[in-house]
């Protein structure tokens, strides 16, 4: 490697075509594993595990897994770990489990199903996370104790918290408005979804052109316009084939039916309703984009990477890195707020359960989807990704019939291959970090 | 030493610092005027480093004063130093390894379009002062991981001097370059020199001291030796300084 390496456009007919797309490897890695798993399971399972019900299963059961993943790419960039999140997911979820069936009614005496008890159980339930977080970042940054063993001590103490909010018992979510994070119970309908499908294909297209148009207006190369089209087809065209598969899966006519009775009027002859996207996808698209722009686009994410790729620099160039850690976590416990809220919907209850285990497939989503827990490199598409990787395989196995250990025995091994493929394809490449 | 009745950038008064029982830097004064270079000598561990890095911000002194345009100043970290327009080269170079030359080049001070940091502005602003500094430097969408040690110093180098700072610290700014590099960095801080900053050079080379220099402090064992000026020495008495830790007979009165 020579400066004189890549003069622009000097050598560009000798490009590969993943160079001249401007690809990223463990992307399109991570991408031909996912497609591979789907097309194994969908031969497997004679087409089932392609139909519109079970994708829609797949992404709703993704969700919240993939949203703390999301915070857990910022925790390990920054060189930390947080052994917490499933316990602080617990916490959070019994805090706004007691909210809404009988802290907040029996305290302001409002009735079941006011909006205001959905708005403040909410804006509780992630201020109850911002605070865990918080408090987690403060011991990290200001008192020096490693983050390993502050989140580990967090593990027990915000589960059996948990356990002594709700006095060991299961609470029902009583309000109904609450149920609409949960999945089924709240889709936008195949109208709305199109329209949304649209609407993000023209995001993504005129963000793709403003990118190009800043570089060419700054004098560099940019890849040729054929590439960028053909990027922009790709995007599209998953965008809009996502939304139309979500689209294509019918309510249920009995549902449908309770739906109608419940407004006091009967199903019309033949109708049929799509579920389309459900609330907590979008939810989770919205903080993986949200997250992209923090880690790319501000000085906060900048400052993460930084602290990462170098402490030392970091400190030195004058970045308050005590601070950054408190913000990190906080960060880190308010996902875990959301991804509350959208697992007890799920579950339409709290049980003291609820999130166990969880902090260990949040990180393998995280490293899965190439976060180094050496520091500095990682990306929120990955993790997402990898989140997904590993809901898609354990669903697959679950409809071919391998038993519950066995599926955990296979998830492991594919985290364990993931780093290790990664580790061999860095030592290819000569990259060191 | 007020020449001229000029008021020096730097003083710093009776510093001392220790880590554990080691006493680092021991009662040391040391100053700068607008257009000198002092040199700091002295072998591995006299406290070199140690010492820039109180005046920049790093480590907090034990003891001393620190004046800056004859003001007593409080510098408590690195934000401190850099509002005091002081800029430092540091021996370990304090890049982010995983981030571009642009990225490190404004690290802690990137510049901000609409609340979102202007990579495209940071990197057009690196490409001009690369241009001035290390005009073969090319790899500007890489981690700096990537680059050779010379090109990672050219990038140190092009972030101590982009902020326009009024005082510089460079120590061992040639440490990982070629002597056409060196001879590149000779001419920067001749022109830095002349454009009034003030700059503090870590250097082991003699003979580079006796030519860039104006005048010299020599550290042994974190005490410093003496401060000689440079035209009033010859090679050998600096050596004998910071071997034998005093200062030449002629000069000792
Ligand atoms: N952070 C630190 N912790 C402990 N000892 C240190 C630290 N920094 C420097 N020292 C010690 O202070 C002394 C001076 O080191 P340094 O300033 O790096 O010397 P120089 O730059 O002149 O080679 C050495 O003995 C070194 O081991
Ligand atoms: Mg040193």
């Known amino acids: ?433 | 030493m007020n020449r001229n009745g000029q008021t020096p950038l730097v003083e710093m008064k009776d510093v001392s610092i220790s880590f554990g029982g080691i006493k680092a830097v021991d009662h040391v004064s040391i100053d700068l005027y607008p257009g000198e270079v002092v040199g700091l000598l002295g072998h591995n561990g006299a406290g070199k480093s140690t010492l820039i890095k109180i005046l920049s911000g790093a480590y907090q002194m034990d003891a001393g004063e620190i004046r800056i345009n004859g003001k007593k100043a409080t510098i408590e970290n690195p934000r401190d130093a850099r509002a005091h327009n002081i800029e430092t080269i540091y021996q370990t170079l304090a890049l982010a390894d995983n981030l571009d030359a642009a990225s490190n080049l404004f690290l802690g001070r990137e510049l901000v379009k609409n609340g979102l940091v202007d990579d495209a502005k940071m990197e057009a602003e690196t490409r001009k002062i690369m241009g001035r500094l290390n005009p073969n430097f090319k790899k500007f969408n890489v981690p700096v991981s990537a680059l050779s040690g010379g090109q990672r110093q050219s990038v140190a180098i092009a972030r101590a001097v982009y902020f326009n700072a009024r005082i510089l610290i460079m120590d061992e700014p040639t440490a990982a370059l070629g002597p056409h590099e060196t001879q590149m960095v000779a001419e920067l801080i001749s022109e830095l020199k002349a454009q009034g900053l003030g700059i503090f050079l870590i250097e082991h080379d003699i003979h580079n001291v006796m030519k860039l220099c104006d005048r010299a402090s020599v550290m042994k064992n974190g005490e410093l030796v003496g401060t000689v000026n440079v035209d009033e020495v010859t090679d050998d008495d600096i050596l004998g300084m910071i071997i034998l830790g005093k200062k030449p007979a002629h000069l000792a009165a």
Not at chain 1, 133 to 148: D, E, H, K
Not at chain 1, 216 to 225: A, I, L, Y
């Open chain 1, 1 to 433: 490697m020579t400066d004189t390496a890549q003069a622009p456009g000097h050598s560009a007919t000798k490009r590969s075509l993943i160079d001249v797309l401007e690809l990223d490897i463990r992307l399109l890695g991570m991408l031909v594993a996912f497609f591979a798993i789907a097309v194994i399971f969908t031969i497997w399972t004679g087409g089932t595990f392609l139909i519109p019900r079970n994708i829609f299963n797949i992404t709703v059961q993704t969700v919240p897994v993939a949203i703390m993943a999301c915070g857990m790419v910022f925790v390990i960039v920054s060189r930390h770990i947080d052994l917490s999140v499933g316990s602080m997911l617990a916490m959070c979820s019994a805090v706004m489990a007691m909210m809404q069936a009988y802290w907040l009614p029996s305290l302001l005496g409002l009735e079941y199903g006011n909006p205001l008890i959905l708005i403040l159980t909410i804006l509780i339930g992630l201020g109850a996370g911002t605070l865990m977080g918080a408090a987690t970042g403060w011991l990290v940054g200001y008192q020096g104790i490693p983050s390993f063993i502050v989140t580990l001590g967090g593990l027990f103490i915000w589960r059996n918290v948990n356990w002594f909010t709700t006095n060991g018992q299961s609470v029902s979510l009583t309000d109904p408005n609450l149920l609409m994070f949960g999945g089924t119970e709240g889709v936008l309908g195949a109208p709305v979804s199109y329209a949304l499908g649209v609407a993000a294909s023209v995001v993504a297209v005129l963000v793709i052109l403003a990118a190009r148009k800043n570089k060419v207006g700054h004098g560099f190369t940019v890849k040729p316009m054929w590439a960028e089209t053909a990027m922009m087809a790709v995007i599209v065209a998953a965008i809009m084939m996502f939304v139309t598969w979500l689209s294509r899966y019918p309510i249920p006519p009995s549902k449908l039916r309770r739906m109608f009775e419940a407004r006091g009027e009967t199903v019309p002859e033949g109708y049929t309703a799509m579920h389309g996207l459900p609330i907590s996808v979008l939810i989770l698209i919205l903080v993986a984009v949200v997250m992209t722009v923090v880690a790319r686009k501000t000085r906060f994410g900048r400052y993460i990477f930084a602290a990462g790729g170098n402490p030392d620099a970091a400190e030195l160039s004058g970045i308050n890195t005590r601070l950054l850690n408190v913000k990190i976590f906080a960060l880190m416990g308010f996902l875990c707020g959301l991804a509350a809220l959208i697992a007890q919907a799920r579950l339409q209850s709290h049980g003291n359960d609820i999130g166990m285990l969880e902090e260990l497939r949040v990180i393998a989503a995280a490293v899965i989807g190439g976060t180094a827990l050496s520091g500095g490199v990682g990306t929120i598409y990955g993790a997402v990704l990898g989140a997904l990787i590993m809901q898609s395989l354990q669903s697959g196995m679950a409809m071919v019939g391998v038993d519950t250990p066995f599926q955990n025995i296979i998830v492991g091994l594919v985290l364990i291959i993931a780093v290790w493929v990664d580790i061999i394809y860095r030592k290819r490449m000569g990259i060191t970090k």
